[in-house]
């Protein structure tokens, strides 16, 4: 007994070490036991979040709309959302082009946008950066799933991963636990676009090195659709830099984002 | 007791709200100053004994938990860190600021490598080595800021935790 006590502290710790390992075993095994902690921090700790994220929009809205002219803050605001919604447009109808010029005398190609879009501002991010998460002020009540695609008129930011009834985690492109059916835009080259826990580049993954599985650099990289989770064509980054693996299968190559990831503040989340 | 832990509770809440937000595309490099190691330093620097062991334990565990990925890697990250500053903090001053900042330097250092150990048992490699990448990548700076503004929130938390012992 008197062991025990001289070794208490040494004890606990070995304990308390052994039950993390225990904890991160069951982590592993029911993904949606930490979900669980999640929701709870979350429903304790949104309130504040939200609370600094309008004192600083607040600060910033004060700031420009009476230091600077007012009219002329009101306009930019107008023609930034008009700009994400036109971008987002546009790479769609690219998309739809080079789709066109293949089928175009033998299908008669029938776009399904049937998505309809829910817009969310970002009020947070992973605050121990274990994962690259943004978290959005839309959850359950507004219609969104866990899985939903995430853009903004720039292209793809992610999908969803968890959330509560008014808010939701979105998984961002930069994870490496991100994985993306995709392909090239000119010469449809398919692949896998993976995150590197970088802002600057993603990989695309198993492109074949072979004379077949060409990419050329600077090409746009779109959604493949293959995966069943995000729709075809919309945009990931451009090709950044081609490394030809001579002793393996596949080429290393790198695609620069199409969208900075270190400055998105709101976002379309697509349901059915 | 029962104050002190009301004080750290109404912090952990602010110091999830703070990194989350706050801190988050304004640092260089991707990287936030860690309020969670923070609180474990003060924790261990207070009580040394086994109250602060269970409170990085739980500091931890909460940290794992606003994340929502894997539960368990940041408490054992925790938990060294918390050894780490009671040992050290027996052979310095650790009132003086200098001190101080070299601890928390340490610790921030302690708890990042040892809760990515405990988490490469648990994902892929290819997934974990990317991880240390970044790890490595952002660890100064991580470190540098901690450091920084840790003397400021010690100073505050301790009279607090003081005050009410």
Redesign the interface.
């Known amino acids: 007994m008197d062991l025990l006590k001289r070794n208490?502290?040494t004890l606990?710790?070995v304990f308390?070490?052994g039950?993390?390992?225990?904890?991160?075993?069951?982590?592993?095994k029911y993904p949606s036991?930490?979900?669980y902690?999640?929701k709870?921090?979350s429903f304790?700790?949104s309130p504040?979040?939200e609370?600094?994220?309008e004192s600083?929009e607040t600060t910033t809205f004060v700031w420009n709309k009476y230091i600077w002219l007012q009219s002329l803050y009101e306009k930019n605001q107008f023609l930034e959302l008009e700009n994400q919604e036109l971008k987002y447009e546009k790479n769609k109808l690219l998309e739809l082009k080079f789709e066109n010029q293949r089928l175009s005398s033998l299908l008669q190609y029938k776009e399904n946008t049937t998505n309809k879009q829910i817009v969310a501002n970002v009020?947070?991010?992973?605050?121990?950066?274990?994962?690259m998460?943004i978290?959005i002020d839309k959850g359950l009540n507004n219609g969104i799933l866990i899985g939903n695609p995430v853009i903004n008129g720039d292209g793809l930011v992610g999908r969803v991963?968890?959330l509560d009834d008014t808010h939701s985690?979105v998984l961002l492109l930069t994870d490496?636990?991100s994985s993306i059916g995709a392909l090239s835009q000119n010469t449809r080259t398919n692949g896998i676009v993976e995150?590197?826990?970088?802002?600057e580049f993603l990989r695309l993954n198993f492109v074949e090195n072979s004379l077949s599985s060409q990419v050329e650099l600077g090409e746009r990289v779109v959604t493949s659709g293959l995966d069943g989770v995000f729709p075809k064509g919309i945009l990931v980054g451009y090709i950044k830099d081609i490394k030809e693996d001579t002793g393996g299968l596949f080429k290393n190559i790198e695609v620069t984002p199409a969208i900075n990831f270190?400055?998105i503040e709101t976002v379309m989340i697509l349901t059915e | 007791m029962l104050k002190t832990i009301v004080i750290y509770i109404i912090f952990l809440?602010?110091?999830?709200?703070?990194?989350?937000?706050?801190f988050?595309?304004k640092i260089l490099n991707?990287?936030?100053p860690?309020l969670?190691v923070i609180l474990t330093v003060l924790s261990a620097l207070k009580f040394n004994?086994?109250k602060s062991?269970?409170m990085s334990?739980l500091i931890?565990?909460?940290?794992?938990?606003?994340?929502?990925?894997?539960?368990?890697?940041?408490?054992?990250g925790h938990?060294a860190a918390c050894?780490f500053t009671i040992s050290f903090s027996k052979n310095v001053y650790s009132n003086r600021l200098f001190s101080l900042a070299i601890i928390i330097s340490a610790a921030v250092f302690v708890k990042e490598i040892v809760s990515n150990l405990?988490?490469n048992?648990?994902f892929p490699n290819?997934?974990f080595s990317?991880?240390f990448?970044?790890v490595l990548s952002?660890l100064p700076y991580?470190i540098f800021f901690t450091a920084l503004i840790a003397p400021f929130f010690l100073r505050i938390l301790s009279r607090k935790v003081i005050s009410n012992n």
């Open positions: 208490s502290n606990l710790v308390l070490f039950l993390s390992l225990q904890l991160s075993s069951v982590s592993i036991f930490p979900k902690g999640w709870l921090v304790i700790t504040v979040q609370l600094i994220h600083i009020i947070g991010r992973d605050p121990s950066n274990w994962s998460t978290k991963s968890h985690v490496p636990s995150g590197t826990f970088s802002s270190r400055k | 809440i602010f110091a999830v709200a703070i990194q989350s937000n706050l988050t595309n991707n990287s936030t860690d969670f004994n086994e062991i269970i334990f931890g565990i909460i940290a794992d938990f606003s994340t929502g990925l894997i539960i368990g890697p940041q408490a054992a938990l050894l405990v988490a048992f648990f290819d997934i990317d991880r990448s970044f952002t991580e």
